[in-house]
């Protein structure tokens, strides 16, 4: 029993590294690393970075679920299809969503203290 739990933690561990191969996902975890040196730098406070960390969770997250869902489309439907497109082009929408949310969220906390520091 303790082995399948181990062993699924293999399979999530290669999805990860499949992600970290699309150039959305690489943007995405550059953008991750600037959010983490800029919070450290400005000394931010422990439930801003709470949400700063959140938020790329559900970013880096959905960022995963979108190439999911693309690969998916891709394995059930290969030839140019406009359902098809439609659902890749709702997958990447709501990554858009989340990113633009989280680039004002990063605004609003980052801000404050860019601003103390002119």
């Known amino acids: 029993m303790m082995h399948l739990f181990f062993k699924s933690f293999t399979y999530a561990y290669k999805g990860i590294k499949l992600a970290l191969l699309q150039r959305n996902m690489k943007v995405h975890i550059l953008c991750a690393i600037i959010a983490m040196i800029t919070a450290y730098i400005l000394n931010i406070s422990l439930t801003e970075w709470c949400i700063i960390l ?14 999911a869902i693309e690969a998916f489309v891709d394995l059930v439907e290969p030839n140019q299809n406009s359902m098809a497109g439609k659902v890749k082009d709702l ?16 605004i609003m906390i ?9």
Do not use: H, P, Q, R
């Open 110 to 118: 980052f801000g404050k203290y860019i601003l103390d520091l002119l």
């Open 54 to 67: 959140i938020c790329i969770g559900i970013l880096l997250s959905l960022e995963i679920i979108n190439t």
């Open 91 to 106: 997958a990447a929408g709501a990554v858009l969503v989340f990113s633009i949310i989280s680039a004002m969220i990063g």
